[in-house]
């Protein structure tokens, strides 16, 4: 029995980014006595987010923060997910005077900052994501005539006036094969979409490195959170090429009789797995062998 590992995987630029925010604030002498809050789930994987409670770190929900349920007091610290927030938290947090500091992705804001200055100039937004993640819900509260479409088959019941100009953006982890679909349908199609392509260099090596370990490898598991984004694209990715294919969040998820005949086993990871969670599950494997 082989385990293969994919050629990118694991902790991607801006999930480590994030949590090392964390760590120099909670490190700093000057926040000591200060109570400090991460709004939601700093990064969409459980363990990371209980080993980060277990440090002290306090997690407070964007929806009380809205419906004003949350004990947040003037001079505590809050720190903004890596997949950002809304223009009304940031709004809310401002006005309740506590000290923000920004841990969401640079690409995450990136896209931010595009999708205003387009606005600007006079575009409307076609934003291709899942309009249920907080990375999109974040984004698209800084625009105003903003169509969020989860696919090509919602993007094609959208009208599009030829009269008007507009600008497609995308969720940073899109599946790259549905963009290029995207793509082409919209040139094929209209002369006035402007297509700037937002996905993450981190996701997109990381499906493309699956998509290559799926195809040389008997079963391929795929480790991640249940609510993380990219990976259940790596998941959907391989599963595409690798039917043998099993998205587990720890060790304890595994089954034995996956591996009955197996003999290369193929690993990767999302962009927010934590690589003792990887070694674990590799431990494991070796154990059921
Ligand atoms: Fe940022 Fe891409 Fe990671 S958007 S958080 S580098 S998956």
Redesign the pocket.
Known sequence: MKIIRAKHMGF????S??INICHKISNDEKNKNKKIYILGML?HNEYVVNQLSKQGFKIVQELDILQGRDKLQRGDIVIIR??GTSEKIFEILNKKKVEIYDAT????TQIRKTLVKMEENGYDILFIGDKNHP?VKGIISFGKNVTVCNDLEELKNIVIDPKKKYCLLTQ??LNKKKLEKIKSYLENNYQNVKILDKV????QVRQEAVEELAQQVDMLIVIGGKTSS?TKKLYDISLNFNPNTYLVQDENDLRKEWFEGKKKIGITAG??TPEEIVIKIENQIRGIH
Do not use: L, M, Y
């Open positions: 991607c630029f801006g999930v980014g994030a990064v890596a997949h992705c640079i690409f995450v990375e940073t982890t993450c260099g981190a996701t990219n962009a927010s």
